[in-house]
Nanobody, 116 residues
Framework: QVQLVESGGGLVQPGGSLRLSCVVSGISINIYTMGWYRQAPGKERELVGS???????NYADSVKGRFTISRDNAQKRVHLQMNSLNPDDTAVYYC??????????WGQGTQVTVST
């Protein structure tokens, strides 16, 4: 059984930082593209950033220069370091594991709220 469990969300003031983590079980993530997505109320889920097995990264324009995604294949963990947060970053953040052959898996999400 594949499980992705996110943690690290919470309430933070504008300009603050958070570090999200995703722990994976049931698969070896070294062959998967790992991604972070988010969904704000009333909006569609969108890609925040991804990291390929080669460690090549890709980010949404809205988070470039502020967010950094990293992976630890041995620990089966993926992290999202979020700096300079603003209210537009408020959303539920989801971890995803994707492989063209083996499928796509999602976590349950973690809430991030940026507010005074």
């Amino acid at each position: 059984q594949v499980q992705l469990v996110e943690s690290g969300g919470g309430l933070v003031q504008p300009g603050g930082s958070l570090r999200l983590s995703c722990v994976v079980s049931g698969i070896s993530i070294n062959i998967y593209t790992m991604g972070w997505y988010r969904q704000a109320p009333g909006k569609e889920r969108e890609l925040v950033g991804s990291i390929a097995p080669t460690t090549r990264t890709n980010y949404a324009d809205s988070v470039k220069g502020r967010f950094t995604i990293s992976r630890d294949n041995a620990q089966k963990r993926v992290h999202l370091q979020m700096n300079s947060l603003n209210p537009d970053d408020t959303a539920v953040y989801y971890c995803n594991a994707f492989h063209f052959t083996w499928g796509s898996y999602w976590g349950q999400g973690t809430q991030v709220t940026v507010s005074t």
